[in-house]
């Protein structure tokens, strides 16, 4: 079946370092693909999304890219803060009607001042 | 994008007893669903809550511990019954919106004592 894989955390970065959170998927179909974020004490919010090969999705400085021979999707920021601090869920749609979201196991992200 | 909320946001309860989850979605989804998140940990499909009839559960999951019910578009009930410790966790709601784009509530917290 459908499954993500995410880079195992937690990662501790200074403020203003580059971030990556790497990000694998297997799937039989076209996947949609999603950034979700979680800040402590709160639900999950979507980051950025892309809906086919080789789109762009970004947001706050975040950025990924849908890369369909490597089967990738990885989470970027040029220059992190603080306020990123926060575990980052990346997620497949199957894109079949009335199918949940896949979910990989969360990378949690420690940003020092 | 929907804005979803969920009641309580938080709650203590005894062994033994149970707890109702009220999800509000401010538009019409097409699809609802439940998911369990435990500390430290991914999020787990309970079941898809389908409008009008029961609702569709995954492997590990069944109707007489956590029925669900889903009376219109816009709105869902999660019920957690027969508490014990380990069903401490976080429960989240998410509605379907933008083609398989899913947008969550802010989750509900249990501690069982």
């Known amino acids: 079946g459908d499954s993500v894989t995410q880079m195992e955390g937690p990662v501790t970065l200074s403020e203003e370092a580059f971030l990556t959170i790497n990000c694998t998927y297997t799937?039989?179909?076209?996947?949609?693909l999603f950034w979700y974020v979680q800040y402590p004490g709160e639900g999950l919010q979507l980051l950025l999304k892309?809906?086919?090969?080789?789109d762009k999705g970004s947001n706050k400085g975040f950025e990924a890219t849908y890369r369909k021979e490597t089967t990738s999707f990885h989470l970027e920021k040029g220059s992190v803060q603080v306020s990123d601090s926060a575990v980052y869920f990346c997620?497949?749609?199957?894109?079949?009607?009335?199918?949940?979201?896949?979910f990989g196991k969360g990378t949690t992200l420690s940003v020092s001042s | 994008s929907a804005v979803i909320s969920q009641k309580p946001s938080r709650d203590i309860c005894q062994r033994g007893t149970s707890l109702t989850i009220q999800c509000q979605v401010d538009?019409?989804?097409?699809?609802m669903f439940w998911y369990r998140q435990q500390p430290g940990q991914s999020l787990t499909l309970i079941a898809t809550?389908?409008?009008?009839?029961?609702?569709?559960?995954e492997s590990g999951f069944v109707i007489d511990k956590f029925p669900i019910s889903r009376p219109n578009l816009t709105f869902s009930t999660l019920t957690v019954s027969n508490l014990s410790p380990e069903d401490s966790s976080i429960y989240l709601c998410?509605?379907?919106?933008?083609?398989?784009?899913?947008?969550f509530g802010p989750g509900t917290r249990l501690t069982v004592t």
């Open positions: 809550a389908n409008q009008g009839s029961e609702a569709t559960y």
């Open positions: 892309a809906t086919k090969a080789d």
């Open positions: 998410s509605g379907t919106g933008v083609p398989y784009e899913q947008y």
């Open positions: 799937a039989t179909g076209y996947p949609s």
């Open positions: 997620a497949l749609s199957p894109n079949q009607a009335g199918t949940a979201l896949i």
């Open positions: 538009s019409q989804v097409t699809m």
